[in-house]
């Protein structure tokens, strides 16, 4: 990292990271283009004690193999995946917002649970985006076999606009 924090990543820079598991890290990210052309995106990168790991990568290349063939409002989208560096990673659509996980914590700490108008809503766009994907077909019209297997809070986003993403 540099001294103020922002890290250059290949054609990004990192600007600070924003969520960290077992086996990738998520930084918020800029990606530059021409004529001054800038965006905020997400960058999940594999943790260097899992980059040379032939399994992990595998499972990372079918990962972003099949979230980039997916466009639905409630699936982030997926922009670019590759290696810098020897670090693996995926350019994702950055959601201005909290996971599910934090919303939850912050009703139990406040002792209000969350409004049922607000849960129904939830639920209702992660099971579009989660039947959107298990529906899913390649350009052949061949169905893509998609199981999410880590539909957990921290895994949905909440955008401060009022978008909900897996």
């Not at 990292?1 to 990271?17: I, V």
């Not at 996980?101 to 108008?117: C, Y």
């Not at 939830?122 to 199981?147: F, K, M």
Request: with cysteine.
């Amino acid at each position: 990292m540099t001294l103020d924090g922002m890290e250059p990543f290949g054609r990004y820079l990192l600007l600070d990271r924003v969520a960290y598991g077992g086996m990738a890290e998520i930084f918020r990210g800029k990606q530059f283009g021409s004529d001054g052309f800038d965006r905020l995106i997400a960058i999940k990168r594999l943790l260097p004690s899992v980059a040379d790991d032939k399994q992990f990568i595998s499972m990372f290349r079918d990962e972003a193999a099949i979230t980039q063939q997916l466009h639905h409002p409630s699936i982030v989208q997926v922009f670019d995946f590759g290696c810098i560096d020897r670090s693996w990673f995926l350019a994702m659509e950055y959601i201005s917002g909290v996971d599910l996980k934090r919303v939850w914590q912050t009703a139990v700490e406040r002792n209000e649970p969350l409004a049922p108008p607000l849960t129904a809503f939830i639920l209702q766009a992660i099971a579009e985006g989660l039947g959107y994907a298990h529906r899913a077909t390649n350009p052949a019209g061949e169905p893509l076999g998609i199981v999410h297997r880590d539909v957990s809070p921290q895994n949905i986003l909440i955008g401060w606009e009022g978008d909900v993403k897996l």
